[in-house]
């Protein structure tokens, strides 16, 4: 984010920063609703098997996954001093 700004300036990262804060919020609504409506208790994959097939299971899995191992360490570790 710093870099952007540095190149853009702070009003195209604000902008930028207000739209994803905007669906990110939305989504995580649309989440907590489904959730409070739905009478089991279920987690995301077990959410998106239920209302939108195994195949939303799967793609969901795969993303938690991916975020988790792979997506998760290049914050932890500082990514361009592995290279």
Known sequence: ??????????PVLLFWLLIAGFFTTASMLYVAETTLRTKQNLQLPGLAQKYVGSLGAWLVFISVVYTLKVRAPKYVINYKSLF
């Not at 984010?1 to 702070?10: N, Q």
């Open 1 to 10: 984010m710093a870099f952007a700004r540095r190149l853009a300036g702070w």
